[in-house]
């Protein structure tokens, strides 16, 4: 993939810059989000091919959005219900393609690695309900705060504090998993 074009920039400026037509501040926007788009959508979909799909559609959702878009949170915030969705999508269609199963998990299990020990906390990982490891995966992989998840998620702020607090506690009680404090 080619580098991202340097610019100094917020997001929030850069939305700025779109909505007054400045086409080179949506590729920025492009590169400085892409790769952690392409990383939660291949947790999702679990096959490089609809990840990138997921990765396409997902920006050309985002460019429909302009002029007129306002950026009230981050802008993962903001993508990440998107990628989410269109994800969801890719993994029926597949299913569908292959005559697999209907019953999907919402959160791909993550997929085999070296290492013994990052095995292990993946299967503990896949053990848990979907809504407990997105929750995990979007504090502590995705690093978004409570607020972002609440929002990305459609959620009372307070709902995302105690999925947090019983996925953490959850979590503890699974083999593999490092004991978090």
Known sequence: MAPAPI?????????????????????????????????????????????????????GYFARKFPGFELTAALTTFLYPAVRNFSIAARKKRQRSSGGDDQLPLIAEPQAATGSDRNDMEQSLASLSDAHREILLMRFVDDMTQPEIAAALDLPLGTVKSRLHHAILAARQLPGMMDAG
């Open 7 to 59: 610019d100094n920039r917020t997001d929030q400026e850069l939305v700025a810059a779109v909505n007054a037509g400045d086409a080179g501040a949506f590729e920025v926007l492009y590169f400085r989000h892409r790769d952690w788009t392409m990383r939660l959508a291949l947790r999702f979909t679990e096959h490089h091919d609809d990840a990138l799909d997921v990765l396409q559609e997902t920006f």
